[in-house]
């Protein structure tokens, strides 16, 4: 009688790089089960939304989050895209502590190009087999804004003033139940960051402050803030992995948080304290770059949660 021959799945016969696949299969499967049924909203803009591999990179990221029962909602930028057009049309655009001082024109010429992104990402979705919808906060009632007024401080006696910031609103309320239906039916809800104010007109929002907001509302799991950074460094340039609300108070006293990760990190602090349990800070230029910080044990960015 012959021998028996060995199964040709066994392990040691496999070649290495399907054993490190299957290995990453493994890391990720305690993962997949906690966030099954959860709610992760991403902030999209900055350098991956200029890149065209980047960008079906993080299309298929997306649809992979919903295939494996995890429910995403976009909300992406244009910022970048909005500043040429107005230069385009000869129109300059000035800013007040980050934000864009915005008069009837500019919200128009702001809506109009948040719209032609908008449709671009859903259809980066569709073709990487999702089935996106894409709306702003005007849809349904969705965002509903509070007036932003801005502070500009005197450089000679150091006093603040107040400085109107036009049609710049902050989410006031968010009405979850219409994203809750797209979700709950299959659909990625892909949403600009236009609100309407009390008079129903359009009004510019932050894409971070958007983001937030909306992560909030829905008790989400996760926001993601997609940058062009690894996440908050520290003094020595380390990656700093794991804040909370008290931390980044005594690194913004001390210096260490300073710029423009000031406002992602408040957006990050009124997230979770809103009702999301916890925010990321990631870079965007990393291929997969959410994958790697949902899926593995190491992560891949800055991580923000309650005290």
């Not at 649809?63 to 992406?76: A, N």
């Not at 190009?113 to 996106?132: E, F, H, P, T």
Request: net charge neutral; with cysteine; proline share 5%.
């Amino acid at each position: 009688m012959s021998a028996a021959k060995p199964h040709a799945g066994i392990a040691h016969a496999a070649p290495a790089d399907m054993l490190a696949k299957t290995q990453v299969l493994v890391e990720a499967l305690p993962y997949l089960q906690r966030y099954a049924g959860a709610t992760f909203v991403v902030k999209y803009g900055g350098h991956a939304m200029g890149e065209p591999a980047l960008a079906q990179d993080f299309a298929q990221d997306i649809v992979l989050l919903k295939q494996v029962g995890i429910r995403p909602v976009v909300v992406h930028g244009g910022g970048p895209q909005i500043g040429a057009m107005l230069a385009r049309l000869g129109h300059e655009s000035r800013f007040v502590d980050g934000l864009r001082v915005t008069d009837a024109a500019t919200a128009e010429v702001a809506e109009m190009v948040l719209c032609a992104i908008n449709k671009q990402l859903v259809s980066w979705i569709n073709a990487a087999g999702g089935r996106a919808v894409g709306l702003s906060g005007k849809d349904g009632h969705l965002v509903r804004v509070a007036k932003v007024e801005g502070r500009v401080r005197d450089p000679e006696s150091a006093i603040e003033r107040a400085v109107d910031l036009g049609f710049v609103g902050a989410p006031a309320e968010v009405r979850r139940d219409l994203i809750d239906h797209l979700t709950a039916g299959g659909f990625i809800p892909v949403v600009a960051p236009v609100g309407f104010g009390a008079d129903g007109g359009t009004w510019n929002i932050n894409a971070d402050t958007m983001a937030g907001a909306i992560a909030a509302a829905l008790g989400a799991a996760r926001l993601f803030l997609l940058t062009d950074v690894p996440g908050v460094l520290a003094k020595d340039g380390s990656l700093l992995t794991d804040l909370s609300p008290a931390r980044i108070a005594a690194l913004r006293a001390d210096g260490t948080i300073a710029g423009g990760m000031i406002p992602k990190l408040e957006t990050c602090v009124a997230a979770v304290e809103g009702g999301a349990d916890a925010a990321v800070i990631l870079d965007g230029r990393v291929p997969h770059a959410m994958l790697l910080e949902i899926f593995t044990r190491k992560g891949a960015g800055t991580l923000v949660r309650r005290d």
